[in-house]
């Protein structure tokens, strides 16, 4: 007999847009991969990343999981409702599923609430048996020890890097704005043979394809002494290149920035956040420390090592001074690559607790918090004055002329210290990641910001009957009940 099919969509749009836009990232989310390897052989499984591959409501899958963040919630639950009306089943999971399952269980037949290892191949078996239960919670911090390797041949083709895997969960930091202190849990990390099979099982790849790795741990070095250790091992399996993301204060450490160019690490995510140390200090991300930066990322340059940097405007110790020096404080730090973002207070975090009890949001449409609009009044600066500093900041930052200056910088950087063919083709992957990130982010901005104020101030474009109803139904009441009892 055939198996029954089942569809892991992991999304991505945000459905304030007009025309949907997919975002052609190198690497993979993490989240449907994993689930597919946790997935028993009892059923067919395709998965779908609607980065790069917009839904088929016409699937012939017999089951849909959908896994989502808290900006994605209106679009999800849109999703679920028209598969439900086609007749599938339907289960809701992901952080914002997991955080408030109150306020989506309505929509979905089943919701996952907590890390899935352990209770997912019971769901599997529940659906397939016919005996499905509304609700499944995991046990609070389940075991990280083997978990099965995430699904790679499942990966679509238009990723470049298909290798994804996590080798921990969780941060030891407390930065007010981040969704990992809603409800903060222990940091964990997985054995580090576990992580080495993760990044081997790669069988049914392409060769070029088992030469490059995304590891997509919020703080891979959380724990630095077993982060140096899984270094050393996954210098074994000599990639072209294998990227980290990580806190800032683990750059003090010589020996680690060692063993991540012994990898091969050609780039490094770091939450920069502000070159304002007070608006760091006000949302207690105190492990930066500005006058650090510059000596930290020439060092991660000189070992062929990417800076990739979140960089985030409308912290509450912003001002237009500060904007209107930020161009020139980003060329003196060197920063390779930023990542600039609008602060979100995401729903529940400590951040937005503190505007919410001052009366500071004004904007409860969750699709809008996704780091391209602002939510919320800001004390010292108007909406426009955080815009317009954004989309100068982009500008100057990703104007052709500085891009093709900080790559020569980068390449004139690099010694040699290796045979040739090695040299050359670290060459060859720092100037493709360079290029492929400076130019996405430079297109994002462009197309996803530059003129959102204007668009949102005029009409809330593109929400239907389901964003209607969570922005101005379901949201409000939603936040009525979590403030009596917070």
Same mark, same amino acid.
């Given at each position: 007999?055939?198996?029954?099919?089942?569809?892991?969509? &992991?999304?991505?749009?945000?459905?304030?847009?007009?025309?949907?836009?997919?975002?052609?990232?190198?690497?993979?989310?993490?989240?449907?991969?994993?689930?597919?390897?946790?997935?028993?052989? #009892?059923?067919?499984?395709?998965?779908?990343?609607?980065?790069?591959?917009?839904?088929?409501?016409?699937? $012939?899958?017999?089951?849909? @999981?959908?896994?989502?963040?808290?900006?994605? @919630?209106?679009?999800?639950?849109?999703?679920?409702?028209?598969?439900?009306?086609?007749?599938?089943?339907?289960?809701?999971?992901?952080?914002? !599923?997991?955080?408030?399952?109150? %306020? &989506?269980?309505?929509?979905?037949?089943?919701?996952?609430?907590?890390?899935?290892?352990?209770?997912?191949?019971? #769901?599997?078996?529940?659906?397939?048996?016919?005996?499905?239960?509304?609700?499944?919670?995991?046990?609070?911090?389940?075991?990280? /020890?083997?978990?099965?390797?995430?699904?790679?041949?499942?990966?679509?083709?238009?990723?470049?890097?298909?290798?994804?895997?996590?080798?921990?969960?969780?941060?030891?930091?407390?930065?007010?704005?981040?969704?990992? $202190?809603?409800?903060?849990?222990?940091?964990?990390?997985?054995? &580090?043979?576990?992580?080495?099979?993760?990044?081997?099982?790669?069988?049914?790849?392409?060769?070029?394809?088992?030469?490059?790795?995304?590891?997509?741990?919020?703080?891979?070095?959380?724990?630095?002494?077993?982060?140096?250790? =899984?270094?050393?091992?996954?210098? /074994? =399996?000599?990639?072209?290149?294998?990227?980290?993301?990580?806190?800032?204060?683990?750059?003090?450490?010589?020996?680690?920035?060692? =063993?991540?160019?012994? @990898?091969?690490?050609?780039?490094?995510?770091?939450?920069?956040?502000?070159?304002?140390?007070?608006?760091?200090?006000?949302?207690?991300?105190?492990?930066?420390?500005?006058?650090?930066?510059?000596?930290?990322?020439?060092?991660?340059?000189?070992?062929? #090592?990417?800076?990739?940097?979140?960089?985030?405007?409308?912290?509450?110790?912003?001002?237009?001074?500060?904007?209107?020096?930020?161009?020139?404080?980003?060329?003196?730090?060197?920063?390779?690559?930023?990542?600039?973002?609008?602060?979100?207070?995401?729903?529940?975090?400590?951040?937005? $607790?503190?505007?919410?009890?001052?009366?500071?949001?004004?904007?409860?449409?969750?699709?809008?918090?996704?780091?391209? *609009?602002?939510?919320?009044?800001?004390?010292?600066?108007?909406?426009?004055?955080?815009?317009? !500093?954004?989309?100068?900041?982009?500008? %100057?930052?990703?104007?052709?002329?500085?891009?093709?200056?900080?790559?020569?910088?980068?390449?004139?950087?690099?010694?040699?210290?290796?045979?040739?063919?090695?040299?050359?083709?670290?060459?060859?992957?720092?100037?493709?990641?360079?290029?492929?990130?400076?130019?996405?982010?430079?297109? *994002? @901005? /462009?197309?996803? &910001?530059?003129?959102?104020?204007?668009?949102?101030?005029?009409?809330? #474009?593109?929400?239907?009957?389901?964003?209607?109803?969570?922005?101005?139904? %379901?949201?409000?009441?939603?936040? $009525?009940?979590?403030?009596?009892?917070?």
């Amino acid at each position: 007999m055939k198996k029954p099919k089942l569809l892991i969509l &992991v999304l991505f749009q945000n459905l304030i847009d007009e025309r949907p836009y997919f975002a052609l990232t190198p690497a993979p989310p993490l989240p449907g991969i994993l689930l597919a390897g946790m997935t028993p052989p #009892i059923v067919e499984i395709e998965v779908l990343h609607e980065m790069v591959r917009p839904i088929d409501y016409d699937t $012939n899958a017999d089951f849909i @999981a959908i896994s989502f963040m808290d900006y994605l @919630a209106p679009h999800a639950i849109e999703a679920a409702l028209k598969f439900r009306e086609k007749g599938k089943l339907v289960i809701g999971g992901g952080k914002f !599923a997991s955080t408030f399952p109150e %306020l &989506v269980l309505p929509y979905f037949d089943s919701i996952l609430v907590g890390e899935a290892q352990g209770v997912w191949p019971k #769901i599997v078996e529940d659906l397939i048996s016919g005996n499905l239960k509304k609700i499944y919670h995991a046990e609070h911090y389940p075991s990280l /020890k083997d978990i099965p390797p995430p699904r790679y041949d499942l990966v679509e083709s238009k990723f470049s890097v298909p290798i994804v895997t996590e080798t921990s969960r969780g941060c030891i930091h407390s930065c007010t704005y981040c969704q990992l $202190n809603i409800k903060p849990i222990p940091f964990r990390t997985r054995p &580090v043979k576990d992580v080495i099979r993760d990044l081997t099982s790669t069988q049914k790849l392409p060769l070029y394809k088992k030469k490059m790795a995304m590891i997509l741990d919020n703080h891979f070095s959380g724990d630095l002494a077993h982060a140096k250790k =899984l270094l050393k091992e996954i210098a /074994k =399996l000599n990639y072209w290149a294998i990227g980290f993301q990580y806190s800032m204060e683990s750059l003090r450490d010589d020996e680690f920035i060692d =063993l991540l160019s012994k @990898a091969n690490c050609r780039m490094s995510f770091l939450g920069m956040e502000s070159l304002n140390e007070k608006s760091l200090i006000a949302v207690q991300k105190k492990q930066n420390k500005v006058n650090e930066y510059k000596e930290y990322f020439d060092k991660l340059h000189r070992k062929g #090592i990417l800076t990739f940097v979140g960089l985030m405007f409308g912290l509450e110790e912003d001002t237009n001074e500060y904007y209107e020096e930020l161009p020139e404080l980003l060329d003196e730090i060197g920063a390779a690559v930023i990542l600039p973002s609008i602060t979100v207070p995401i729903f529940g975090t400590p951040l937005y $607790n503190q505007l919410n009890d001052e009366h500071r949001i004004h904007d409860h449409d969750l699709s809008h918090y996704d780091g391209d *609009h602002l939510v919320f009044k800001h004390n010292n600066l108007s909406e426009d004055d955080i815009y317009f !500093a954004y989309k100068r900041v982009n500008k %100057l930052f990703y104007s052709p002329s500085k891009i093709i200056r900080r790559w020569i910088k980068l390449i004139n950087q690099q010694s040699i210290n290796e045979n040739i063919a090695k040299f050359i083709l670290k060459i060859f992957v720092i100037t493709f990641i360079y290029f492929k990130l400076s130019v996405f982010q430079r297109h *994002h @901005a /462009k197309k996803r &910001v530059f003129n959102k104020f204007k668009k949102v101030k005029k009409k809330n #474009i593109g929400a239907g009957k389901v964003q209607s109803l969570i922005s101005d139904k %379901l949201i409000p009441g939603f936040v $009525n009940r979590y403030n009596m009892f917070r």
